[in-house]
């Protein structure tokens, strides 16, 4: 019965053959359509950047570090030998004063063994495609792990600016992405899967700290051993697969480890803001924030391990992680770009103000358009910046619906009387 004007009127009978519709599933079309259009934007971006290395030396980015690390692996030669990877640069045009090596450990540097069989302009064209990809996919498996929304919000992640910035540099951090973005996808239906997914945050483990901690304690208390199981079996089979083309990877790596001087690297850093305060000629204060954010990551998972959500939960230890890095460039916070989306998402749905993002992402993006370089101290904001907005738009929408269930609206009440 349905009420139409005050007057009560019988509902007209569907019929048993006619074709019930879900409105979550799109049009043919419209799928198609999309597919169309982000092949033809990626055949663009393709020919575009194809033609622009013709003229362009590929080894200014970082990109050269990755691909002599994959040359020496794939000629059986040590992947952090300095004095080979100056040389096999300085051939390709490389005219630093310093060499570009990967400290990444032997447990994933075999990731990067494919370019070792391309030359620098291919691998950098490749590279750069397959990064390219990984945002794509990431954001689509985004909109599918949100429950498929009606809003382009997603779109919004093409001009995330820490991605653009690693696409510019040819780093590591849309792999990151990638990889993060399985994991969730994948947590609750095939988490052996979800665990191996994590390979890649390997390159750079400095960055997962805290995250890796919690991951553990969650695999051992929630008696989720397969996605603990599929992160190990891969690292292993990496591992052994890295051994087989360099017998002593592992101690070249410490060699290297120990003479690369890492520690007077500067990055746009809390951490290293903090050494500048304390010490700068001591090592230990930029490791400070570290301890302290894995000594709140446990304490943050215990008191809530009973309700643990990845999306939530799980990315706000993600953010902290990346905000107290000892090690971290503006890059790599292209990992943090499903926390901003699911804080975009959540402020969305409970109306509230969008203007914390579109300030953050606005800046940031007007930072890379004025080239201003990421080595500086002005990036130094961004990844606080990113944290807040999550847990601003999260903790309020927390509090909204606890309110919902302590005072439900008007609509919920009992109907009146027509």
């Keep these: 019965m349905t009420s139409i004007g005050g007057r009560i009127e019988p509902q007209r009978a569907k019929s048993p053959t006619a074709p019930v519709r879900n409105e979550r599933t799109p049009s043919?079309?419209?799928?198609?359509?999309?597919?169309?259009?982000?092949?033809?934007?990626?055949?663009?971006?393709?020919?575009?950047?194809?033609?622009?290395?013709?003229?362009?030396?590929?080894?200014?980015?970082?990109?050269?570090?990755?691909?002599?690390?994959?040359q020496q692996l794939a000629h059986d030669a040590n992947p952090y030998d300095t004095q080979a990877i100056f040389q096999l640069e300085k051939r390709v045009g490389y005219d630093g004063l310093e060499p570009r090596l990967t400290p990444s450990p032997p447990v994933a540097v075999i990731l990067l063994l494919p370019l070792g069989y391309l030359s620098v302009k291919l691998g950098l064209f490749l590279w750069t495609m397959t990064q390219f990809a990984c945002l794509s996919l990431s954001l689509w498996l985004l909109w599918k792990r949100h429950g498929r929304p009606p809003t382009m919000?997603?779109?919004?992640?093409?001009?995330?600016?820490?991605?653009?910035?690693?696409?510019?540099?040819?780093?590591?951090?849309?792999?990151f992405l990638l990889a993060l973005v399985l994991f969730l996808y994948f947590i609750e239906t095939k988490p052996f899967l979800a665990g191996a997914f994590l390979l890649p945050c390997a390159l750079k483990p400095h960055l997962f700290v805290p995250f890796g901690i919690v991951l553990v304690l969650w695999g051992l208390s929630s008696k989720a051993y397969r996605v603990l199981a599929g992160a190990g079996s891969m690292a292993i089979a990496c591992s052994a697969l890295a051994w087989l083309f360099d017998p002593q990877v592992w101690r070249h790596y410490f060699v290297m480890a120990r003479s690369a001087n890492l520690e007077d690297r500067y990055t746009p850093t809390l951490s290293v803001?903090?050494?500048?305060?304390?010490?700068?000629?001591?090592?230990?204060?930029?490791f400070v924030l570290l301890v302290i954010g894995c000594v709140w990551a446990v304490w943050y998972f215990w008191t809530r391990r009973d309700r643990w959500d990845w999306i939530d939960q799980g990315q706000t230890v993600l953010l902290a992680s990346v905000l107290c890095s000892p090690y971290a460039w503006f890059t790599d916070e292209s990992l943090l770009l499903p926390a901003v989306l699911t804080g975009v998402l959540r402020a969305k749905q409970m109306h509230r103000s969008l203007v914390p993002f579109a300030l953050a992402a606005g800046v940031a993006l007007a930072e890379i358009?004025?080239?201003?370089?990421?080595?500086?101290?002005?990036?130094?904001?961004?990844?606080?910046?990113?944290?807040?907005?999550?847990?601003?738009?999260?903790?309020?929408?927390?509090?909204?619906?606890?309110?919902?269930?302590?005072?439900?609206?008007?609509?919920?009440?009992a109907p009146r009387n027509q």
Excluded at 50 to 61: E, K, W
Excluded at 153 to 175: D, N, R, S, T, Y
Excluded at 273 to 286: F, G, I
Excluded at 401 to 412: D, G, V
Aim: glycine share 6%.
């Design 28 to 70: 043919p079309w419209r799928m198609a359509g999309a597919i169309a259009i982000v092949a033809t934007g990626f055949l663009v971006v393709a020919a575009a950047y194809g033609l622009s290395l013709q003229a362009n030396n590929p080894t200014t980015s970082d990109f050269i570090g990755y691909w002599v690390a994959g």
């Design 369 to 413: 358009a004025c080239t201003v370089k990421i080595t500086t101290l002005f990036y130094i904001w961004t990844a606080p910046a990113w944290l807040a907005c999550f847990v601003l738009a999260t903790t309020q929408t927390n509090r909204d619906r606890q309110s919902r269930l302590e005072y439900p609206p008007a609509s919920s009440a």
């Design 153 to 175: 919000l997603h779109l919004l992640g093409f001009v995330f600016a820490p991605a653009i910035a690693c696409l510019q540099a040819g780093q590591l951090g849309l792999f």
């Design 273 to 286: 803001v903090l050494r500048q305060l304390v010490a700068w000629n001591a090592e230990w204060p930029r």
